[in-house]
């Protein structure tokens, strides 16, 4: 029995799960937790294999691989895969914990600021991912993390052996997977559409005050005397 101290800054409700729900240690979830590699030789240039960094991963849960590092292939053989969890271990106190599914056969290395989690069979990696970020987002890790100056870390052991997750059967996983990115598409979308309506109030601001300091925007002085028949 996993006896976890069920402080007030864990956000899930463990104690009124669905019905053929368990509660596990991340630890338990996965078959390897494995921290990556530093290195102080890297390149911007595409050389070599991309080093994933706390910035590759975004606060929305997702890989964003806009600005990459690379290292030599002989730097070191830890490697990502298809099916990985990739973990912020050490960041700012605010940022530690970012989480996303690695969905790509690109090959891809990771430094010692990222912690790979490989899940065991029957969870999914989509489901691991968002939970984990889902921690993130509601504080957990910023109250859970060990701090340091200027940042802050969460250990492979502590990340393994202190973090509780709730853990639905698998199929339950895939539907509700299917549902969150159902979900956040048309986030996205919405999105999507309230910036187009920014860009448009934007233009539509700056068209009023061109009007307004070239005569347009209201009847001149001797527009109106026309119409009143002054001279």
């Given amino acids: ?104 056969d690109q090959e891809l290395a990771f430094s010692n600021h990222m912690t790979r989690l490989r899940p065991r069979k029957g969870i999914d990696t989509r489901f691991l991912a968002h939970e984990l970020h889902y921690l993130w987002m509601a504080g957990f890790f910023l109250h859970k993390c060990q701090k340091h100056v200027n940042q802050a870390s969460i250990s492979t052991e502590v990340l393994a052996w202190t973090v509780p997750l709730a853990v639905p059967p698998t199929p339950e996983q895939h539907r509700i997977v299917a549902a969150i990115e159902s979900y956040f598409s048309r986030l996205d979308e919405a999105v999507a559409l309230l910036e187009r309506v920014q860009r448009n109030l934007k233009r539509y601001r700056a068209s009023v005050l061109k009007a307004a300091v070239e005569g347009r925007l209201v009847p001149t002085e001797a527009a109106l005397a026309r119409a009143e028949g002054r001279s």
């Fill in 1 to 104: 029995m996993m006896e976890f101290d069920h402080s007030e800054h864990y956000p899930i409700g463990l104690d009124h799960l669905p019905k053929g729900w368990e509660v596990a240690w991340v630890g338990d979830l996965c078959e390897s937790i494995q921290a990556g590699f530093a290195t102080g030789e890297h390149n911007s240039d595409g050389v070599g294999v991309p080093h994933l960094r706390p910035m590759n991963v975004d606060r929305g849960g997702r890989l964003d691989l806009t600005e990459v590092k690379c290292v030599q292939r002989s730097s070191d053989t830890r490697r990502l895969a298809r099916g990985d969890v990739l973990f912020n271990n050490t960041n700012s106190p605010l940022l530690v914990g970012k989480t996303c599914p690695i969905m790509t």
